[in-house]
């Protein structure tokens, strides 16, 4: 008998771990990768920046994965909502929780739900087309933008923002949204790190990308660039060194520009309706390392907020779940009987995509080695009596096609994402 695992998620946690499964078992395995949305890939799809091609293209990676005869993809499935995690033990011998980061950590200051205050995973949501964001989500209506934070994630919206439209327009960005970049008022874009160039999340690669930017100026205060002590390791001695190069150069008058600040944390967002401003005060170090106000303000004039600084997890209903850590409490994995989790649901939101690799292979071990046995329940029968129709692989092939077919009729790139989950639906219903 066939050892058959529910993965709940369709990310990479969950492809890898489906994988994991097929390449470990010593014996037949079945698995079903469940996703709530018409579309696997999770964030390769919806949180990896369009321009970023290359690490997009783990999707035929993960493709390849879901097309093993072992692995059967069952879209538009919901935890919570079509089943429970009782009716999963029911029908598998096993459950792995795969369901990522999908919700913005909170800044906790005054201001911080003004209209014009968003988290970048809206904002990179929307850019990449997600179904719970409409491309009028969002009208680049100001000239002064803050973006709050200086990792990864705050390095792509910096880029999409000092990007032209024409830069973008071969990538799969939704043509809505396409056109509103094209009619963006931003002209300078502030990204604001609470501490120096040593402490920056950002790795070199993605940061030198902001210095090949055609459309933007980028611009470091020469105070704010200096670093105490050199003995720094060689990522971070790069970004410094980066930095430090562009804090000697003068802009030269391109279009936008790009401000990247460092010893300064929002202490207020401003406005009465909107968002008008973003207070800041300089910061430093005390002595046991922590980030201190100086009392030093600072007012930026800017009409948008991009909060980005750090996703979380959010709880699956009836799964354990550490609102300390906002991760799933577990053991190399190991949830309860029978329950297992893997990628930044596991282990919080840290990582290259890869990491997740070697994060589900060791939740499978833990897995495999407690061979779970259990439910029987046909997984089948249980939706078609609720009216669930599990959208297929093929469904999404479907899906993948209308995307192609949509960006050879505009003339754009090799696929330009559906909006609305009515489209999608209407791609392979018709
Ligand atoms: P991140 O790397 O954790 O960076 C979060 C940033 O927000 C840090 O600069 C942090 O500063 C700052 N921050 C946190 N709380 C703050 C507050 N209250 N006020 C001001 N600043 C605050 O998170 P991320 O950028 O969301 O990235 C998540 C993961 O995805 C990372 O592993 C990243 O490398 C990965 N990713 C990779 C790529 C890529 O490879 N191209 C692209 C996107 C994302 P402190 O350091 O002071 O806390």
């Given at each position: 008998?066939s050892l058959?695992?529910?993965?709940v998620?369709s990310g990479?946690?969950?492809?890898y771990?489906?994988?994991a499964?097929?390449k470990?078992?010593?014996?037949p395995?079945?698995v ?7 579309t696997p890939?999770?964030l390769v799809r919806?949180g990896v920046?369009?321009d970023h ?5 783990i ?5 390849r ?5 072992q692995v059967r993809f069952?879209?538009g499935v919901t935890l919570?909502?079509h089943?429970?995690v ?5 029908c598998?011998?096993?459950v792995?929780?795969?369901?990522g980061?999908m ?5 906790g ?11 970048a995973?809206?904002f990179v ?9 409409s491309p ?9 933008v ?7 994630v705050a ?9 032209t439209?024409?830069?973008l327009?071969s990538?799969d960005v939704p ?7 094209a ?9 604001i790190?609470?501490r120096?160039?040593?402490h920056a999340k950002f790795?070199l690669k ?7 930017l ?5 611009c470091v205060?020469p105070?704010e660039a200096?670093v105490l002590?050199?003995?720094f ?7 410094i060194?980066?930095?430090q190069s562009?804090a000697a150069k ?5 279009p936008?520009r790009l401000?990247?600040r460092?010893?300064?944390?929002p202490?207020?967002?401003l406005g009465?309706d ?5 207070k ?5 170090l005390?002595?046991d ?6 009392g ?10 991009l909060?980005?600084?750090g996703y979380q997890?959010?709880?699956l209903?009836?799964?354990?779940f550490?609102?300390r850590?906002?991760?799933v409490p577990?053991e190399?994995?190991?949830v309860r009987?029978r329950?297992?989790?893997?990628g930044?649901?596991k282990?919080?939101p ?9 994060d589900a ?7 495999l080695?407690?061979?779970?046995s259990?439910?029987?329940a046909?997984?089948?029968d249980?939706?078609?009596r609720?009216?669930?129709t599990?959208?297929t692989y093929?469904?999404w092939?479907?899906?993948e096609k209308?995307e192609?077919?949509l960006?050879?009729?505009l003339?754009?790139?090799a696929?330009?994402k ?7 639906l ?5």
């Amino acid at each position: 008998m066939s050892l058959r695992v529910a993965v709940v998620g369709s990310g990479p946690a969950g492809i890898y771990t489906a994988e994991a499964l097929v390449k470990q078992s010593p014996g037949p395995v079945e698995v079903d990768v469940l996703e709530r949305l018409p579309t696997p890939y999770g964030l390769v799809r919806y949180g990896v920046a369009p321009d970023h091609t290359s690490i997009k293209s783990i999707a035929n990676y993960l493709q390849r994965v879901l097309e093993l005869p072992q692995v059967r993809f069952l879209g538009g499935v919901t935890l919570g909502e079509h089943l429970s995690v009782e009716d999963l033990l029911s029908c598998y011998d096993a459950v792995v929780y795969c369901t990522g980061a999908m919700v913005d950590r909170r800044m906790g200051i005054p201001g911080e739900d003004l209209p014009g205050s968003v988290a970048a995973t809206d904002f990179v949501n929307w850019y990449c087309g997600h179904p719970d964001v409409s491309p009028d989500r969002f009208v680049l209506d100001s000239p002064e933008v803050a973006v709050i934070g200086v990792g990864n994630v705050a390095v792509d919206v910096v880029r999409v923002l000092a990007k032209t439209a024409e830069e973008l327009s071969s990538t799969d960005v939704p043509h809505d949204v396409l056109e509103r970049l094209a009619d963006s008022q931003v002209k300078a874009i502030h990204m604001i790190g609470r501490r120096g160039p040593e402490h920056a999340k950002f790795t070199l690669k993605e940061l030198r990308e902001l210095g090949e930017l055609a459309n933007a100026d980028v611009c470091v205060r020469p105070e704010e660039a200096v670093v105490l002590g050199a003995d720094f390791p060689r990522q971070i001695k790069g970004n410094i060194d980066v930095l430090q190069s562009w804090a000697a150069k003068p802009p030269v008058g391109r279009p936008r520009r790009l401000d990247v600040r460092f010893w300064l944390r929002p202490v207020e967002i401003l406005g009465t309706d909107r968002v008008e401003g973003i207070k800041l005060e300089r910061t430093r170090l005390d002595d046991d390392g922590r980030v201190v106000g100086t009392g030093e303000f600072e007012t930026l004039p800017v009409g948008m907020v991009l909060r980005s600084v750090g996703y979380q997890s959010v709880a699956l209903p009836g799964v354990p779940f550490s609102e300390r850590t906002m991760t799933v409490p577990n053991e190399a994995g190991k949830v309860r009987d029978r329950e297992y989790v893997a990628g930044w649901l596991k282990r919080g939101p840290t990582g290259v995509i890869g990491t997740n690799k070697s994060d589900a292979a060791e939740t499978v071990r833990t897995l495999l080695a407690d061979q779970p046995s259990g439910g029987q329940a046909s997984i089948d029968d249980l939706l078609a009596r609720r009216g669930v129709t599990p959208i297929t692989y093929d469904d999404w092939l479907a899906i993948e096609k209308a995307e192609a077919d949509l960006a050879s009729s505009l003339g754009r790139g090799a696929r330009v994402k559906l909006v609305g989950l009515d489209a999608m639906l209407s791609a392979f219903r018709s």
